[in-house]
């Protein structure tokens, strides 16, 4: 650890109620995506506090919501970093499960709550204040900052790839760092080198001009939702492999890097499914519990809807059904090979049936060997004393596909929340102590790569 590193540490002890003033503050204004909330204002807000870093520092306008970029470069021989996060949060409704109002930050437990104290607004405003900790310090920064926040994450990030392509000289990086999501449940922290991806689609089945009589038209009449229970039977077998042709073809398998890491992330499997309820894991079985997250493909049936949902019952034989679904994806899968294996899958096996496509989004991984994991492991534990975990890819979908695919740059994911942060729920929260460390690894990250020559 360097001198500098040890003196921004103590402005971080000696500023840390100050620090949390100021961030119950930034969470306490709502900017609500879906609802288009105090989204301009809190962007606006954001502008000034990165020109106070003296940053260049702008609203980027989009067909959307604006982005908020900021840079500072002090030396063209550093590398650069571009912390990516989002400004927009969840609506915060059921307002009555709220043990206090989501838009007025409160302290109970250790712990700050408020909507976007941890999705993402905490996270993103703990590395501001990391970089503000390094100018306070020693008047500068240790290497190159882009800052990129966006206001559409909450509702699938629909302009980033437009935006990111347009933009791809001004967010020309070395690396990008997001921090969001939360640290493992033990608390211990976790650097991410990937995401799935994922492709959402209806199959939809329309039989006949009305509902029927089941008595009088059953066995004349085809039934829409078994149509449809039938089509579905033929894209995963009770083995749990997904049958649609060809869509497994591409995935390419996991590497021993990748393999060593799964066997070093704790894991009780037990206690997993005893917090779930569940009696078993899911087919297929044998299958290691890592590579189901991690490594293959998944089929899901979100909701299935037709016929009579009333109480009691109702001896109706449905014209008409439908059937929402997705799949997560792997590399190098696309939403686009996806979605043409299922289309040519439901011609051969239910030309009647419509398939519509819905949403997609594309894959990320970046190399585990990458020479960037070094300083950020260094990073994290000059920070907090504990080496951390490392997960090749995560289960769920982040649009991380734009910094290693339109930008060709790797992305790591280093979140600070507390695994149990609730976002998206009422009553989200942010420990403390967490906040804190996340201003003190976001430091310590700078510093890291600024010890790097490009």
């Known amino acids: 650890m360097t001198d500098n590193l040890t003196q921004i540490f103590d402005h971080i002890k000696a500023n840390a109620d100050s620090f949390l003033t100021r961030m119950m503050d930034y969470v306490s204004h709502p900017s609500i995506s879906a609802q288009n909330v105090g989204i301009r204002e809190v962007a606006n807000l954001l502008v000034a506090q990165l020109s106070e870093l003296g940053m260049q520092a702008e609203l980027v306008e989009t067909d959307g919501h604006p982005f908020v970029l900021g840079r500072r470069d002090v030396d063209p021989a550093k590398p650069t970093v571009l912390l990516y996060g989002h400004y927009d949060v969840q609506p915060p409704e059921p307002l009555e499960e709220w043990l206090s109002p989501p838009f007025e930050p409160t302290i109970r437990d250790g712990k700050v709550f408020a909507r976007g104290v941890g999705d993402n607004k905490g996270q993103h405003f703990a590395q501001l204040l990391a970089i503000e900790s390094h100018l306070a310090v020693t008047g500068t920064l240790p290497c190159n900052v882009i800052f990129l926040l966006e206001g559409e994450e909450e509702i699938g990030s629909p302009q980033i ?95 021993n890097l990748e393999r060593a890491a799964t066997e070093r992330l704790p894991l009780d499997v037990d206690a997993i499914k005893a917090e779930l309820g569940l009696a078993e894991l899911d087919a297929p079985k044998g299958r290691a519990y890592w590579d189901r997250l991690m490594f293959h493909p998944t089929l899901t049936i979100n909701g299935f809807h037709g016929g009579y949902e009333g109480e009691g019952s109702k001896t109706v034989l449905p014209c008409e059904a439908f059937v929402k679904c997705d799949i997560r994806l792997v590399e190098p899968l696309t939403p686009e090979y996806v979605f043409d294996r299922i289309r040519a899958h439901v011609e051969k096996h239910a030309p009647d049936v419509e398939f519509v496509p819905l949403n997609g989004m594309l894959p990320s991984k970046t ?60 009553n989200e929260n942010l420990e403390i102590v967490r906040f804190i460390d996340g201003i003190r690894t976001g430091a310590a990250l700078l510093e890291n790569l600024g010890s790097l020559e490009k």
Not at 206 to 235: E, Y
Not at 379 to 393: K, M
Not at 394 to 419: E, Q, R
């Open 161 to 255: 790839a437009s935006f990111v392509e347009k933009h791809a000289d001004r967010l020309n990086a070395d690396l990008v760092v997001t921090s969001d999501g939360p640290l493992h449940e033990s608390g211990t922290p976790v650097i991410v080198c990937g995401v799935r991806g994922m492709a959402s689609f209806e199959l939809r089945s329309k039989t006949a001009k009305r509902d029927t009589h089941s008595g009088n038209f059953g066995g004349v009449m085809p039934n829409a939702i078994w149509k449809l229970v039938n089509l579905l039977s033929t894209m995963k077998d009770p083995d749990g492999q997904i049958t649609i042709e060809g869509l497994n073809e591409p995935v390419i398998p996991p590497s």
């Open 367 to 426: 190399p585990m060997d990458s020479p960037y994991m070094v300083p950020l492991r260094d990073a994290i534990f000059d920070a907090r004393g504990v080496e951390p975990l490392v997960y090749p890819t995560v289960g769920g979908s982040l649009p991380d596909y734009v910094f290693t695919k339109v930008l060709g740059k790797p992305a790591f994911v280093i979140p600070y929340a507390n695994a149990d942060e609730a976002n998206h729920a009422p």
